[in-house]
Nanobody, 122 residues
Framework: QVQLVESGGGLVQAGGSLRLSCAAS????????MGWFRQAPGKEREFVAT????????TYADSVKGRSTISRDNSKNTVFLQMSSLKPEDTAVYYC???????????????WGQGTQVTVSS
């Protein structure tokens, strides 16, 4: 079992930056691929980024590629999402996920956090 707690969300102006953190509990953290997803009001949850268990492989959604960096610190059971050049369309609840795998045209995860709100004002 893995429990995930996100932090770092908030209100930021367009063009600004935020770093989201996700603290994980569970001894298997270092063996799990981790990721971030987001859900905007009235929309389905969508994939944002994922990182392999060792941190060597990262994948990003086209919508955030070049503006976001996912990283992890296995010694601290923590995964991060650094976002810059934020846009109003980045406004969403951001969810940390563990056990992320690529499916048919989408990504799935075994464990989810409660989410942290990111609001980007224009």
């Amino acid at each position: 079992q893995v429990q995930l707690v996100e932090s770092g969300g908030g209100l930021v102006q367009a063009g600004g930056s935020l770093r989201l953190s996700c603290a994980a509990s569970g001894r298997t953290f270092g063996r799990l691929s981790m990721g971030w997803f987001r859900q905007a009001p009235g929309k389905e949850r969508e994939f944002v980024a994922t990182i392999s268990w060792g941190g060597s492989t990262t994948t990003y959604a086209d919508s955030v590629k070049g503006r976001s960096t996912i990283s992890r610190d296995n010694s601290k059971n923590t995964v991060f999402l650094q976002m810059s050049s934020l846009k109003p369309e980045d406004t969403a609840v951001y969810y940390c996920a563990a056990g992320v795998v690529a499916g048919l045209g989408n990504y799935k995860a075994d464990y989810w956090g409660q989410g942290t709100q990111v609001t980007v004002s224009s």
